[in-house]
């Protein structure tokens, strides 16, 4: 059976997330279609593309893990999935240290922190929630090693 096409994988995650926003209220669409861009943009492959229109599909229950399982998706697109998907109260290292551990997963990974720390979007929130996500972002980055220190 053929994998499902880049297109079919974004209309999927298009569907799964059409009743979700993002924390500034915008449609949580926007977020994958940037991350998306931002991975073709660094060069990453078709199965990284298809991981970045996925990347909060599980963690965000727009789609069930079953059907990630189920999916007619190269393996290596699943497992890239799992390793963005945050666990309820998983520590950040454990999470940073699974993604960096997971071939292609960095890659997204940085161009979702990318899209996420973006002024423009942090700066619609309140004062608290944007210092929260951006100490949140930073930490994040500096585990995954994305820092120039």
Do not use: C
């Amino acid at each position: 059976m053929p994998f499902l096409t880049l297109t079919d994988v974004e209309a999927v995650a298009r569907e799964a997330h059409a009743a979700q926003t993002d924390k500034a209220g915008r449609p949580y669409t926007e977020h994958l279609q940037a991350v998306a861009d931002g991975v073709r943009a660094r060069g990453g492959s078709d199965e990284q593309i298809a991981a970045a229109w996925l990347h909060d599909a599980i963690e965000d229950d727009a789609l069930s893990r079953d059907w990630l399982d189920a999916a007619e998706l190269p393996q290596s697109v699943k497992e890239m999935v799992l390793a963005l998907t945050k666990r309820k109260g998983e520590d950040l290292a454990d999470y940073t240290r699974r993604i960096l551990a997971t071939p292609g997963a960095l890659l997204v990974k940085e161009s979702d922190l990318a899209h996420n720390a973006d002024p423009d979007r942090l700066a619609v929130l309140d004062d608290a929630t944007r210092a929260r996500l951006t100490a949140k972002y930073a930490t994040v980055r500096r585990l995954l090693g994305l820092t120039a220190e």
